[in-house]
Structure formats: C-alpha cells, structure tokens
C-alpha cells in the first residue's frame, strides 16, 4: 500500500519532494499516483459507493420533501421563524414578484429584501417548472446534496493523495490516525445523507426558504474550488455574496485553497478576476446599470444594519431589541466585525494547511453569527461535517453537542409557541434556547478544529506525549 | 477553555469520574428530584403572593354597585323564561336584556359534528353583548362570561351568575370611566360554546377540520385582555373557588389570580382555592402537608390538561382568565355569606381594576404552582426538580455512550462494524411511524362504514388497544436485538428522547412533565441492554407496568374506587375499565375540538418511545457474539 517514490528527488529529501511537486502538474502527479496505487484503494474510492444507492438515497428523499410539501404542515413549517426569516422567506418572494408584475418597485416598502437578479432568477425558475413551486425547491435542494456529494468526494481523495505522499515526514507510532481508505471514501456518502434528511435542511428546503439556492450557490462554488475550476468558483462565489452579503469572506480560503491545495498562483489570479467582475456585474444588473439604487438599501442595509427584529436563531434580535438606542451603532459593528472578519485572520493563518477545513469553518462562523441565519444555513454547515471522518476520533464534545442540538431544537418551537400564541413565556425563553443553539455549534466548530490541531500534532510527534516524564495535555490557550 | 481541554484523545478526568460514579449519580440526583419537589411546598421555599403590576391599583376605589335588587328581579324572570325552553338557552329574553340595558347585543350560531361521524351534528348558540367603552377605542376588551346550563345540565346550575352580569352590564353602562369594551358572554354547551365563540372571534381553527364549525359573529370588540368566567350555583354565597387551571395545563397570569382573590377577601366572602382556604398551624410537618396536600390536587388538574371551567380556554389565545365559583354552602364556620350586592362589587372591583392596565398583563408569572391561595411557587424553584430528574437520563445517556466508545477502542479488531447504526434509525423509524398510525386509529376506524353498527366508543377503543397490545410483540421483528452494541446505542437515542420530550412537556404543562419523570424515570433507568435472564425478565416486567394505558388503567381504577368505595371489586373493575374507555375517547375528542395535545403526545412520542425501551429490554445475545456478528458480515 506504501508509495514507492518515483522521483528521484524524492529520496534525497522530502522537503525537495515538496517542491518539485508544486512544479510538476497536477495532473501528471495525480496519474503517477494511480499507477502507484494499489488496486484496493482506487476500488474502495470507486466503488465506495455504488450509484444506485445514492439515486434510491435521493429518490427517498424527493418523495420525503414531496409529502411534506403537499401536506398540510407545509404553512406551519413556512411560518416558523427559525425557517423563515425576513431574508429567506419565500411569502415575501412572491409579494416581490406581485408588485414587480404590477410594475411597482419592490423595494419601496419594507417587504423584500432579495436582490433584484434573484428575483429575476426565481421568476425564470418559476417559468421553467410552470409555477410548481415545490417542484423547484426539491430539484435545487437534491442538486446541492448531489454536488457536495462530488465535492466531499474530491476532497477525501485529495487528502488521501496528500497523506500518501508526505508519509514520510509522519511519525512512527501515528499509524493508527492514518486514514483508513474504506471509511474515508464512505464519507461523501454520509455527507449526501444528511444533507437530505438532517431535519434542518429538510425544513428549510420543505418551508419553501430561499436559503435552498443560496446553499445551492455555495455548494457550486465548494464544488469548484474543490475541482480546480477558478472561474465558476468566482462566479458562483460572487453570486453567494450578493445574495447574502458575509460569503464575501469566503474569497480569503478560496484564495488558500488555490495557493495550499491546488498550488496554481495563476488560477487564484483568475478566481480573483471571476470573482470581481462577476460582483461588478451583478451590481450593474441589480441597479439597472446605475439608476436605482433603492435595493442596496434593503438588501445589503438590512443585513448590516439589522432592521427587523423579528426572532430567529441568531443572536441579533435579542441583543438589539434590549438595547439602548444610542448604542446601537456601536454594538452594530462590533457584531458585524465579530462576524466576518475577527477571526477571518487568525484561523485562515493557522489552517492554510487545510483549506477545505478553513472554509467550512469560515463558513460555519457566519452561519453562528449572521443577523439573519436560519436553519437552512446550519443544515449546510453541519451536513460538511461527517466528510472529515479522520477528525472524529479526536473530538471531545460529540454527545454534548449533539445533545444540546437535540434540546435546543426541540425546545425552540415549543417556547416561541408559549411566548407568541399563549403569551406565557418570553423573550427571554427564546433567546436562552437560541443561545444554547449558537453554542452548541460553537463547540461543535471548535471541536472539529481543534481535532485538526491534535491529527496534526500526532502525525507529527506520535503518539507519545511525555513531558519530563509525565502525560502531557493538549490544550488551547 | 476547561471544557474544549483535550484530555489526550482517550478518556479524560471527567469521563472516567462518571463512568465510575454514573450509578450513584442518577440515583442521587432522582432521589434529590423527587425530594426537592417535596419541598417545594414547605412556606421557607416558596413566598407570598403580591402584586408585581403597579397599574393594577387593586379594590382602590369605592365600590359602587348597587344593583342587588335589579339582579335579584332577572334572576326571577330568568327562571320563569328558562321554563319556556327546557334545553336551550332562552336567547330572545336575553337579547332583549342586553338591548334593553343599551348594549350592542348579538346572537352567534356554532355546529359542532361529532368527531367520529361528521353526519351526527349538534347546534348551539351564544348569547353576547357589547358595552363599547366610552373612554376608549375600543381597541382592548375584557370579558365577561358565563355558561348558561339547562335544567336538565348534571352540572350545578349558574343562573344567579347570569342574574349578576345583567345586573352589573346595566350598572357599568351608566358609567363614564370604561377604556375597554366589556364583552358580556352567554354560552351554551359548556366548553363547546365558549370554543366556538372563542374561534369566531379570532377566525381560526383550534383542532381538527370540520368538527367544529364556530361560524361568524356579527359584531367584535377589541383585542380581548382578561376574561372572568362566572359559575355561581347560589344568590347568596358563602364560598368563592377560584379556578385557574386551562387547557393544555396552561395557567392564567399570577396578578389576575391575586386580584380576584384580593377582591373576594375584601367583600368578606369565604375565599378558597381548590375547596381550601386558609389554615393556621403551628406544627410545621402538619403545616407542609396541609399546603403540599394542595399543590397536589391543583398538580392533579393541571396534568390533565382539560379546563376545568370555561376560564380555560381563553388562556391558548394569550387572554389570562380564571372562574369564580360560589356555592352556598360554606367549609368555614361562622363565616358570613354575601349576596348580590356583594358578588356585583367583587365584579366592578376586579374589572375596574382590569381597567386600569395599561398593557396586557406581562409582569409576574405565568408558571406557578399555588399551595394555598396566598402562597406561590415560581418557575424557577419548582424547575429544578424535573431538570434533577431529567438530568439522569442524559447522564447515563452520556455514561454509556463513553462506555461504548471506550469498549470500541479496546477490542479494536470488532471495530464500530459490529454497529449497525442504519438498522437502529430504521428501528427507531418505525416505532415512531407506528405511534402516528396509532394516533391515526380512531380518525380511520370512525370512517370506516362497515362498522357503524357498534357503538361509537367500542368501535374506536378496542382497535385502538388491539393495536397497542400487538405493538408490544414488534422486539421480536427487530433483529439487532441480538448485537449489544446496537441495542445500546438504541438505549441511548430512547434515554435522551425520554428526557428531551419531559423537559418539553414540562414546559408547557409542569405537572404532566413532572408525574411522567417520576414514574418513568427510575424505570429506564433500570432498563440496560443484559443478558441476565432474570435482569431482563425484571426489566420487561417493571417496563410493561409503565406503559401508558397501565398507567391510565391505574389512576382510573383508584379514582373509581375512592369515588364508589362500597361498591364491590368486581362492580368497581367493570367502572373502572368503563372509566378508562371513556377518558380514552374524550381525550381524543378534546383534542380534536379544542387541539388538547395529550392524547397526541401520548401516541406520537410516548408509546413509541416506550416500544424501543421495550425492545432494549428484549435484547438477546451472548457475550462474544457480537464478535461473530462482524464476521459474519465481513464475509459478506
């Protein structure tokens, strides 16, 4: 199973490997590592999951979301908070869509807060599944879970590959984290799994939130970076971030992922490129090439500024509804700064290794800390997670996470029931229950990266962790 | 960074503290549960009773009702009128009343279809009349209700109530200060009016489709605040109930309660709650009994989560209400009685004080329990005690889920295959499918024509109980039972199932929550994956006694029996599963009018979770098989 060097650089030192790696194409690396292979390993990653049990996986899951859709619990699930929220909320769409019919601009009122190219793309959509809403929602939903499949996929290959070839700078009694082929390759389809049946996507996706594109531009774009291709990567990159504005901060791991994983400075420049003048495009579409301006307003101003306050997962609208007006530009950025760039810097610098890890993470902070997250949002993130399976035997928090998604989840509609309808609870109910949500994905976020840290540490040291002859202990400080 | 600290990739400090000590811990914290909720009625934990909502200014003013005899003529004419229509309510004398008075009055119309065979239906009609407030824009309300019940109704009669809003609509018409309407509300058929009514004014449907057709009212007040709910069985009354518990075990806001009490108190009327007053001792044991004794009967109610009064339905539309009831018999000696005069002052003093708020009722508490009418027991002390016996459910969810994981990472060569994690969701799965099937049952049964010859209570209770009795066969179907691990792992996803659903439930109806943790708790506590043949027998015998219908069975018989206690055995058994039939079908009913959700929980949450108890307790294998397992399907 152990590589047999080829280059003749390669004996002499590691260290040269490395560079003349970078040199030689991908490609070429990528072939000479097939032939190197042993048959086993390129049959487990083909063969790990046959293609009949994803179209079954996926035909359950239509016929899931198709019942639920034409049920009666389709308005409940629509009208939960955590499902929709003032960003997502298709009820919205549609009066948008009305009032562009009637020739009234939308984003007068205080209604919409959709940019105007998705709602141009909903109307086409709409046209093309001839107004079977549902229809439109399962096929974004299912081709998201397809490309994070493929994604995940790459991915786990790419880790393979990198682990095999730098085996021997490892320690010697780290044998044991290795990665198992057959485990790692089952991942993507586990990945695919609970993306269609993690309760929160499938609410999402069944409560009609427009969260389901969103997730579906970013699963493109991961699906991009993942594969090399820099410029569908900007575009669909571009497209994220005019949806919801905090994916601009994806740019920074996208941008590492090309430089750490794919090694190509050229393609990052183009990435770049895509990235920019698709942005610069969508603008110019958005204002009609520069006469109005109105949807910057309540696209962009609602998500920075926080407007509405109505209740959801998020920590936002507790925080601005008990605070002293005054203060209010303050905490503003203060909130904003926390979300997207306090710990852009940091984590990107300590993870360039792992810039697929980085960019889930990325992606997992905004999701915590948005003003408008919904459950959509946190499905994606948490639908990522089982593609790093070499990461789980070093978590610690795995049942206390789960637990406290378990309660928090279920207790979250029960208590917004109490406070809105019986009038018996409050705010302060809610928000301890969306609290305890945020940390539960904290921890969990941290748990994953810090497994990262101690996989690392392992491969490196081995196992053996003695300080002056005493255990040592791992610990972030 | 305590809890993020890796305490190498094995086993830290912390797990290995409660592996040793899990046991003893779940023990302790059951037993500190059940004992913290046995304190909670001792007076040194719990406080007195006050008034948080300063806008209130209760019994302020002087009182000014004078309209005893004014009432006292209606309830004359009433009963005269009431003859000329033995079973229905006489409207046109009331609707004339009210207009006489100078209301806006109205009449609404309601069908209710029976719930297991929409053909079958039942009118009925509400009687209400507007005082439009003249200080206001009609933008709040209060209400002002009050069953009117034949003289057929087995209920005691409430006549005199009637009698008293007339009195008292015509009295506050007169006056100048009102800022809120004041809905005066007649309703037929008990709970069935007050929900229809309740239902047209909000235009929505509570429970099922096409049960109850609440119809359309004519004319509307504004957003209703409070609702007083008067059952008076007597013109002169010497004993004041007040009744607070509402559907679902919801509870009106604690400031109402001390404002009707307080009322009461200062018209010198006998004030009780829940048929007690207040008690004097010096022997504290005697002292605790008395308030914990009842705390007990209001918890009692409250589990139920049926109204006990027409207060009770208002609570789900965030409108805090409660009822008054008078007898006229009176518990306390030498206590005086008081008449008309003063049953309209305690009316104008609560509601003039319902006029004074300036918001809905926020401040206080809404979760409560009340050992006496001047003590209470918040939310924050009474908590504790199910969160104590929650907490030993994920603790020993917690204990062997790293006991597992700690097993995996020994025997290395068994590896998780041994864990068929797929099978056990499927498991998982499908009981939970079969409890929404079963909650299914008697909405399919009662449309099933063939049928219609049986009763309607036979024909929906026995396929519902053949159902649950064959569900209790499914562990033989399940073929992980003979892998430890999945059956652990089952064991696991039951434990904090279990404890999630309690905390749940305790949240919206604490008593319920807390008399299911008690009795289920130490039971799956006891229930482990063995195979000890008498461990397992043990387990499957403690596991049946819980089931819910046993338990249902349970309570009924001793209800039965301490209702007919000279009965013979065998009379009080044929009551009791009579009872038990019948409180089966009512709560099924209840939740398809007025969206009760015991009988929903109960199926969709508890019988499911006790099937997979059920099948962890039937779990089959030998130490080492889990080993052949593996193998076998390696060779697979």
Redesign the interface.
Known sequence: MKLAPLDITSNIDNTITKYTNVKSTKILRTLQLFIKMSVKIRAAYTNSISTSRIIFTCLAAVIVRYYLMLSKYQTVIANHVEVSTPLNSWKRVSEGLYLISKNINPYEGDVLHETPLSLYLYKNILLVFQDRIHLAFITFDVATAIILFFTTKKFNWDLFVEEENNKETFAKDAVECFLKPEKLFKSSYYVLLTYLFNPFTLFSCVGYSTTVFYNFYLAVMMFCMVHGISVICGIFLALAASVSFYPVVLILPVTMYFKYAIKSNFKIIINLFSFITTSVLIMLMCTDFGKDFSYIRNVYGCILTVPDLQPNIGLFWYFFTEMFEHFRELFIYAFQINNTILYLVPISLRFRKHPFLLTVAINFIITIFKSYPSVGDVGFVLSVVPSFPHLFPFSQQGFLVGTMLIISTSLAPILYYLWIYCNSANANFYFGVTLSFAVAQIFLLTDLLFSQVKRDYMLKYGKNRKIDGEEGILCLE | ?G???????GQ?KFVKILLKYYVHACILLYVSGVLWFLAIAYPNMNANTYFSENALLPGLVKSQFREDREASRYHEEFLDEMKKYPDSIPYPWLLAKFKQIGLDAYMHNFTLASPFNRKDKFSGKNVYGILRAPRGSSAEALVLSTPFRPSSSPHPPTEPSIAIMLAFAKYANKEKYWAKDIIFLITEHEQVGVQAWLEAYYGVTCGSENILDHGDLKGRGGAIQAAINLELHSERIGQMDIKIEGLNG??PNLDLFNLASKMCSKEGVYQTFKNRGHFYTRKPLLEWWNYFKNMLTMMATQATGIPNGNHGLF?????QALTLEGFEQSKATGSSRIWFVGIGRIIEGVFRSLNNLLE???QSF??YLLPSSDRYISISIYIPSVCLMVGTM?IK??AR??KMIETNSEGKNLETSAIRVDKIIITFLTTHFFGVLISNVPQFVAQYPTLSQYETNIKVFYPLLASVVLLTVLPLFVSIRHCKKSMELLNILAM?EL??TL??IS??NFSLGLFCGIISVPAALVINPSNCRVCSYFQRFLWFLIHPLNILVCIVMINTYYLFPEENLDVILFRGWDATMQSIIFSIVDSMIYGNWLYGVITNIFIPNWLCFWIVSFSVFKEGETIKDSDKEKKE
Do not use: E, V, Y
């Open positions: 960074m809890l993020l600290t890796d305490p190498s990739t830290g919801q509870l609570h789900r539309f965030g409108i809905r009722f926020h809404f979760f994920f969810a917690c889920w790293f904090l404890g999630t905390i749940c949240m919206n």
